[in-house]
T-cell receptor, first 113, second 113 residues
C-alpha cells in the first residue's frame, strides 16, 4: 500500500532555533513530493521536488529530496512564531494514467517566543 | 484575482441525510480536486475533475460523488451520511492537472449528528 510518513508528529522549539522535518514515502511510479504549510486554514504550497539532491530554497525554508532512500527533509532556520503550523508532505504518483496524491499525517510545529 | 471559494462554510446534518458542497475555482483554472481532512485520517484525496471529467478517485465509498460544470465549478455530494463523514472538506484548483500549482479554498466544515 502506498504511504507517506512524517516525523516527528509534533515539535516545540524556541524562536531562533533550526528545525528539520522528515518525510518518508513508499509509492509506485513516483512523480513528485510536495510540502505544504497549514495554519488555521487551508494548506499553502511551499515546495515541489522531483529530482534527487537538488535543494529548493525560499528564505529561511529549504527542502531536499533523496529518491534513492525515499525521503525528504524540510529545514527551517532562525524560526519565528509565525512558523507555527502543521507542515504537510504529499507525494504524487502515476495511477490509472493520471496523477494521484497522498498526504502524510503532518508535523505540528510550535515556535515559542 | 479572486481565490477559490467554497460554500457553505459550515454545515450540520444528521445521519442518513445527503449533502452537496460547492467549489468555485480561480478564474481560468480547469482542474478541481477535493480532499477530506479529519484529525484521525489526516488529509485524504477524494477526486479530481478536469474539463468536466473525473480523472482519478481516492479510496472512498460510492456514497461520495462529484461533478464539474462547463464553467469549471464543481460540486461534491455525499449521500446517506455517516458520523464518520464529519470532516473539513477542502477544494483546490489549478490551471492544469498539476498538484504543485494547487490553490486551496477555505473548506467546508461538515458535522454529522
Amino acid at each position: 500500500e502506498d504511504k507517506v510518513v512524517q516525523s516527528p508528529l509534533s515539535l516545540v522549539v524556541h524562536e531562533g532555533d533550526t528545525v528539520t522535518l522528515n518525510c518518508s514515502y513508499e509509492v509506485t511510479n513516483f512523480r513528485s513530493l510536495l510540502w505544504y504549510k497549514q495554519e488555521k486554514k487551508a494548506p499553502t504550497f511551499l515546495f515541489m521536488l522531483t529530482s534527487s539532491g537538488i535543494e529548493k530554497k525560499s528564505g529561511r525554508l529549504s527542502s531536499i529530496l533523496d529518491k534513492k532512500e525515499l525521503f525528504s527533509i524540510l529545514n527551517i532556520t532562525a524560526t519565528q512564531t509565525g512558523d507555527s503550523a502543521v507542515y504537510l508532505c504529499a507525494v504524487t504518483y502515476l495511477y490509472n494514467a493520471g496523477n494521484m496524491l497522498t498526504f502524510g499525517g503532518g508535523t505540528r510545529l510550535m515556535v515559542k517566543p | 484575482k479572486a481565490g477559490v471559494t467554497q460554500t457553505p462554510r459550515y454545515l450540520i446534518k444528521t445521519r442518513g441525510q445527503q449533502v452537496t458542497l460547492s467549489c468555485s475555482p480561480i478564474s481560468g483554472h480547469r482542474s478541481v480536486s477535493w480532499y477530506q481532512q479529519t484529525p484521525g485520517q489526516g488529509l485524504q484525496f477524494l477526486f479530481e475533475y478536469f474539463s468536466e471529467t473525473q480523472r482519478n478517485k481516492g479510496n472512498f465509498p460510492g456514497r461520495f460523488s462529484g461533478r464539474q460544470f462547463s464553467n469549471s465549478r464543481s460540486e461534491m455530494n455525499v449521500s446517506t451520511l455517516e458520523l464518520g463523514d464529519s470532516a473539513l472538506y477542502l477544494c483546490a484548483s489549478s490551471p492544469r492537472s498539476s498538484y504543485n500549482e494547487q490553490f486551496f479554498g477555505p473548506g467546508t466544515r461538515l458535522t454529522v449528528l
